[in-house]
């Protein structure tokens, strides 16, 4: 690292730290480091690792990429978010704390927007429903921990993971925007997934009819945000009925000033980008993708009634299934 980044690290890092505090000590009892050690680090004598700098900044919520960006144009960090704890449950709930983490600073903002182009509902609708959120959690499990031969009615959900979920879906009280771009079989997918579990014998029928009657909760809960157009915490919502086919899940959210955007690979664990540029480049690239949509919330009324009614019948073959 070189003296004018190493500069602008220290400059950023001590500016996020809380009143009060001194850098000194700070770095000597989070980093667990010496005090000569410390010393050396503020006097830029030592550069900060790359893993005491994700440390860092990830306790005190800023962006590696602010910092890098000031110095580079063509860097650009990437967060996987796939830290895997020997504990399933302290896994899942250090995950669901990434997925805040990144979106924390809302919570102190008015202005916080959220644009999301979906090909399925995510865990910011999912987590507001207890067997649905249940179902995420079992699928990270498969994806973080796979193979498993847990069965789904063994899962249990602790009062710590529902605290997490709890967390997550209070961040909608700071967001004064969110707009959609949603595939037309927009529900087709996770019923397809639950099928799936199910001719696997890892669903039961009773878990399965729990599953659908959630889904189709849901369906409704969306469907009464479409009419109205906003949520009971104020929340302006969007919803943008996509022509094209939706290939994958991007998000982009903006709030005092930071960014961030997400990026799934599969139904679980998306990875995470702050850098500026490339979050702009994102929220244009999805703003250009509402030339090929059809706006159908507080509007195309006919149009949104089909899109609820097709996605309740996708919801309705689960019963199908039973054997």
Request: hydrophobic share 40%; net charge negative; glycine share 4%.
């Amino acid at each position: 690292m070189d003296k004018q980044l190493n500069e602008a690290v220290i400059q950023r890092i001590t500016g996020y730290l809380p009143d009060g505090v001194k850098p000194l000590e700070y770095f000597m009892k989070f980093l667990d480091i010496s005090k000569e050690a410390s010393y050396r680090r503020l006097r830029g004598e030592i550069a900060f690792s790359f893993d005491e700098l994700v440390k860092l900044a990830q306790e005190l919520n800023f962006s590696i990429d602010n910092v890098l960006d000031e110095h580079s144009n063509d860097r650009i960090v990437v967060d996987l978010n796939t830290t895997v704890d020997a504990d399933v449950e302290t896994g899942f709930i250090n995950a669901i704390k990434g997925n805040c983490g990144s979106l924390k600073q809302a919570r102190h903002s008015k202005q916080g927007e959220l644009m999301a182009l979906i090909n399925r509902p995510g865990l910011f609708f999912l987590v507001r429903f207890e067997y649905l959120f249940k179902l995420y959690y079992y699928k990270w499990m498969l994806h973080t921990y796979s193979p498993i031969d847990r069965h789904f009615s063994d899962v249990v959900m602790t009062p710590a993971i529902l605290d997490a979920g709890f967390r997550f879906r209070a961040i909608e009280n700071s967001l004064y925007r969110c707009s959609y771009i949603i595939n037309r079989n927009l529900f087709e997918p996770i019923v397809r997934e639950i099928y799936y579990l199910y001719s696997l014998n890892l669903i039961s029928d009773e878990d399965l009819l729990l599953l659908k009657a959630e889904l189709i909760k849901l369906l409704d809960y969306i469907s009464i945000l479409m009419q109205r157009g906003h949520s009971p915490s104020g929340c302006a919502f969007d919803f943008y009925l996509s022509i094209l086919n939706v290939e994958t899940n991007v998000a982009y959210a903006s709030f005092n000033e930071e960014y961030v955007s997400q990026y799934w690979f599969s139904s679980v664990n998306p990875v995470y980008i702050y850098h500026p540029d490339s979050c702009a480049m994102n929220k244009k690239w999805m703003e250009a993708m509402k030339k090929f949509t059809v706006l159908i919330s507080q509007s195309n009324e006919a149009l949104q009634a089909k899109f609820v009614k097709e996605q309740r019948a996708y919801i309705e073959e689960i019963t199908h299934a039973i054997h």
